[in-house]
């Protein structure tokens, strides 16, 4: 039986969004995407007239999909793609086209930045050091610092990253079991400037599930990547989502439900209880950037070097 969209009642509904129990049409749904973007932009205050945006992008829907929302809503404000390629073998070449082919696209500048050619080192590389088992840490450790530092170094006022509804629940999960309350207090959908190097992060696509993401970069017909990178498997974050989406499919408003409930309620209690707790910020005194750990180098550096060492070694093995 063909169903009409709920919305518009004219055209064929082709997407059901079971959380909101809502059929739609193409045209519909891309509408309704753009507006939740604008609606958490605009109710979270993410985005003023003399910003200069950053915008982190991996390839992948979310990223793409944001990219192309804020540059289509915010036409006035200065756009910038960032991209760190990360030399992960074929994965990381296949990502780079997609981007390079996004900006054309949304005709924003994209600024790409080799770990290889800057640092000496690929991700692949921390397969022989402590992290083999947890590449995802230091892979996901390096790109918070970078997209931090390469914002601060292009003079951008604020930088935007792809995490979605899913990834928000996802990381809000994981501190509540962890009970990271630090964590669950920081996880918000606009960071502001808690020191003059540590740029303001905004989260534009809160309102979206990983689902709808996808759904409108296929329909926007964005070039996004259809290559996943092989050390995903071994992704807790991945393991963390499949049992979250268990739950939605016997409660499908779950993630929303979640969402609302920490930062309408428990978030403001949080707050509160630790406004007297303020976690002080030092300046890395090898990098300069700044980290919570005083008087040592930052977790980056300290990775870093670990990957560093690991590769001169093995080179002074083989030589
Ligand atoms: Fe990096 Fe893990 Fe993502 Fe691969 S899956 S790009 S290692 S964070
Ligand atoms: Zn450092």
Do not use: W
């Not at 979270?44 to 829907?61: L, Q, T």
């Not at 892979?139 to 997209?147: D, P």
């Not at 918000?188 to 309102?207: S, V």
Request: positive net charge.
């Amino acid at each position: 039986m063909v169903v009409k969209c709920k919305r518009c009642g004219v055209n064929n509904a082709e997407i059901y969004l079971a959380h909101s129990n809502l059929r739609l049409c193409p045209d519909c749904f891309m509408l309704l995407t753009e507006r939740k973007v604008k609606h958490a932009v605009e109710t979270y205050k993410m985005i003023s007239k003399d910003d200069n945006i950053g915008i982190a992008v991996s390839g992948g829907k979310d990223s793409s999909s944001l990219a192309y929302i804020l540059s289509k809503s915010f036409e006035k404000i200065p756009i910038t793609l960032i991209h760190i390629d990360l030399g992960i073998p074929n994965y990381s070449q296949h990502c780079l086209e997609k981007v390079k082919e996004l900006s054309k696209i949304i005709d924003r500048e994209l600024v790409v930045y080799s770990l290889e050619k800057e640092l000496g080192f690929k991700i692949p590389d921390f397969k022989a050091t402590i992290y083999g088992k947890k590449m995802c840490s230091a892979c996901g450790a390096i790109k918070r610092y970078l997209f931090n530092k390469i914002t601060y170094d292009l003079g951008l006022t604020k930088i935007a990253t792809g995490h979605n509804l899913d990834d928000t629940v996802e990381a809000l999960f994981n501190s509540y079991v962890e009970g990271n309350v630090g964590a669950l207090v920081r996880l918000r959908p606009f960071l502001p400037k808690t020191h003059p190097k540590m740029m303001p992060k905004i989260k534009p696509l809160i309102g979206l599930t990983d689902m709808e993401c996808l759904i409108y970069a296929e329909y926007r017909n964005l070039p996004i990547r259809s290559l996943g990178c092989q050390f995903s498997e071994s992704s807790r974050t991945i393991r963390r989502k499949r049992l979250l989406n268990l739950l939605a499919e016997n409660m499908p408003n779950f993630k929303h439900t979640f969402i609302s409930s920490h930062f309408r309620r428990l978030l403001p209690c949080l707050e509160t209880a630790l406004k007297d707790h303020e976690t002080k910020i030092y300046e890395c005194p090898n990098c300069g950037m700044p980290t919570s750990l005083e008087g040592v180098p930052c977790h980056f550096c300290k990775i870093v070097s670990i990957v560093l060492e690991k590769k001169d070694k093995h080179a002074s093995e083989a030589g």
